[in-house]
Every structure is written in C-alpha cells, then in structure tokens.
C-alpha cells in the first residue's frame, strides 16, 4: 500500500472532488484505528504519509501520568499501564513506539482499505450535500442515465440525482442520453448518501423557466405574482410591470411569441396563459378569467369568491374537468364558485342565498357578502394586453 499511497491520494481526490489534504487525512486515520485496533490499545497513533516517497509512519506516544487530565485521555497512560510496556518508565515520561505494517497481518490492511473506502464515501455525500443545499430552487441540466421502474436516474457530472414519478410530466417519454432540465427540488441527507431530487412539475420550474427566456424578469422589471400549474396541460401566470412603459404580457409573450412558446416546448406543449395582475383585486379576479367575461363578482368572507360569467361563456370559465377554474383559485389562493349570468338570474332568493355562502367553514363568525365593481378596467379594450400567451 506504501507504494499506492500518494497516487490513491491524488487519484481520489480527482474522481471525488475532495481536497487532498482531507482525503489524506482520512488515510491517517484508518491506518491510527488499524493500530489502535492491533495494540489493543485506544491511545493516541501518530500516522504519517512522506507524500513524496508514499512512505506511512506510525508510532505509539503518551505522556506518562499519575493521573488523567479529564478530555486529554487519549494522549495519556497511567503508570502502572505504561510499565506494562516499559517497566523503568515513570510519571513525566513518554512512551513512543513505532509499529510497522508487517505487524498489522493481511486482515488489518484488507480493514484499513475497507475503512478508508467507507470514509470516502461519507466524504462524497456530504460533498454532495453542500454542493447542492444552497441550490435547492435552481434550474440544472443534466443527461438521462437510467430510466428504472418510473424514477428517472439524471447524471450532473459529478453526482446522480432523480425525478420521482410525481415530479415528472404525464404522457412525457424520456430515454437513455437525452438531456433533461429540471428544478432542483430537494436534497436528502439520508445514511444511504445524498440524494438530489428534482421536478418537472413543481410550479417553481415555470417560474424559474420565464426567468430564463425572459429577461425583464431576470433583472426584476417585470414581477411574477403567481402562478398555477396543471403539469403538461395548462399554466396561468400572473405577472407585473415596475416600469410603466415596459408591458409585462408583452415581455412573456415575446416577438411573435419566441419566449413564451420556448417554454410551452420544453413543458411538452403546456398552454400558459399569461394574466396580467392588478393590485385591485376586482379586476385581478376578472384578468384571471380571461377570456371569459366577469359580469359581477361576489366576496364571500375571506377565502371565497362567487363570480358571475356570460352564459356563453360558462363552459369556457369552467374548463374541460373544472380545469381552468382550478387554476384561478390556485392562482388567485380562494375558493372559487362560477355560475352562468342568466343561470344566477333564475335562481329564487332561497338559491343565491346557499351560493353566496356554501363552502365557507364554520367558526368564522359573521359571513359578509361584498359585491365588487369591476366595471372599469383599464386594460380591458386593449387585446395586446389581454391576450393569452399561448393556445
């Protein structure tokens, strides 16, 4: 092992990505337990590695005393124990004694590898720990590398991380060697190693995405105030200008629609519709439904808004499987109920009366109801602004 020591060092080092110095200090201390181990003995084993000729020194020192000196245990021998070894010591003296490998036999050595393997290994997972803890929100790509019972194994480089089924996109097909981004979701210090999860489905992973493609957004001009997501099917995102003269739909949607369809690509054809948001919130609630036209909106308590369409339009504010109306409550974080104008208009007083308050949990006292106007919406007469970013 003399001979391997200084290129197993370097060559580590590399292939982990640990300092050298630490890793030959976790050689040391495998070789100082071996001969702890071998002299029976828990005391202190100076080890050490002449990097230039891959020598390993080891030697036996403790102080000699009456008494221990409480926490400095290791470096100590009390005498009766220390004549053991050399029966003319005394208290002030130091033991050294040097050991040799020859001593440790074939066991010992076959030990101290398996040691220094199983160090290394606790090194590289914190490794990938660190490297990754402060990541957690980020956009990577990487290469798939296995795709084994659903989970998808994604290689990074230097580690492996996965996207569990329900982090990836329904109906997507992924294969060995295509390159994969997604949102660095989590990453698990379990005793099995560090594990790195990510997601395609995270709402995060639109935001990070218009990030990209969108540069208002990156240098903060343009603000994302919310987003919805139905993975792989349709988005709504709701986002705001800080400069007046820079239109924040417009940003998304880009020139001819490159930036916002760059990313219904890489969401495999998801719709976004790109809500442009108001600090009103009557009119935050009537873009959000766009195109459907609000014809009144009810504020039911806290947490539940009762919103009046066209007729005509009904289906549309509903969505296929109650798909788009998911996404405005998502998106505006209330309860949301949707009824049809000349639907509401035949309902007795008995009807509106169970709508106007159905769905509101018990122990929140008096429930007020509060009819919005929304009447006045500066953006409304103007499609450019009201468009959606993608069909």
Not at 45 to 68: A, F, P
Request: with cysteine.
């Amino acid at each position: 092992m003399n001979l391997e020591v200084n290129e197993l060092i370097t060559q580590i080092s590399k292939e982990k990505n640990i300092p050298q110095g630490i890793v030959e200090e976790t050689i040391k201390a495998a070789f100082a337990a071996a001969a702890k181990k071998y002299l029976e003995l828990d005391k202190f084993v100076d080890v050490k590695i002449n990097r230039v000729t891959s020598d390993i020194s080891m030697q036996l020192v403790v102080n000699v005393v009456e008494n221990y000196t409480e926490g400095n245990e290791e470096k100590e021998m009390l005498l009766d124990e220390a004549r053991e070894i050399e029966p003319e010591i005394e208290v002030g003296d130091q033991i050294t004694r040097d050991i040799t490998q020859d001593e440790f036999g074939r066991n010992i050595i076959l030990t101290i590898k398996q040691m220094v393997v199983q160090r290394i290994r606790e090194l590289e997972r914190r490794k990938i720990f660190e490297d990754y803890k402060d990541r957690v929100g980020d956009l990577i790509t990487g290469s798939i590398q296995q795709v084994d019972r659903g989970i998808i194994l994604v290689n990074l480089g230097r580690t492996e991380a996965i996207i569990p089924q329900n982090e990836q996109i329904r109906g997507e097909k992924y294969r060995q060697g295509d390159t994969v981004r997604a949102y660095i979701l989590d990453v698990d210090d379990s005793s099995t190693g560090a594990q790195v999860i990510l997601s395609r489905t995270h709402p995060q992973f639109l935001v990070k995405l218009f990030e990209l493609e969108v540069p208002e957004i990156y240098d903060k001009i343009v603000e994302i105030k919310g987003v919805a997501r139905d993975p792989g099917k349709r988005a709504k995102i709701a986002v705001y200008s800080r400069d007046d003269r820079i239109d924040p739909v417009g940003s998304c949607v880009g020139m001819k629609g490159n930036r916002v369809q760059a990313i219904v690509r890489e969401l495999s054809g998801e719709r976004i519709d790109i809500v442009h948001w108001n600090e009103n919130f009557d009119v935050y609630v009537k873009r959000s439904f766009h195109p459907s036209e609000v014809k009144k909106i009810f504020f039911v308590g806290e947490n539940k808004i009762v919103s009046i369409v066209e007729q005509e339009d009904l289906a549309q504010a509903i969505g296929k499987n109650g798909q788009n109306i998911r996404l405005v409550s998502k998106l505006l974080k209330k309860q949301i109920d949707v009824f049809g104008s000349d639907d509401f208009a035949r309902m007795s007083e008995e009807e509106r009366e169970q709508a106007l308050t159905k769905g509101i949990q018990e122990g929140e006292g008096e429930v007020t109801v509060a009819e919005a106007d929304i009447s006045a919406d500066p953006l409304s007469a103007s499609p450019k602004r009201s468009r959606k970013g993608a069909n």
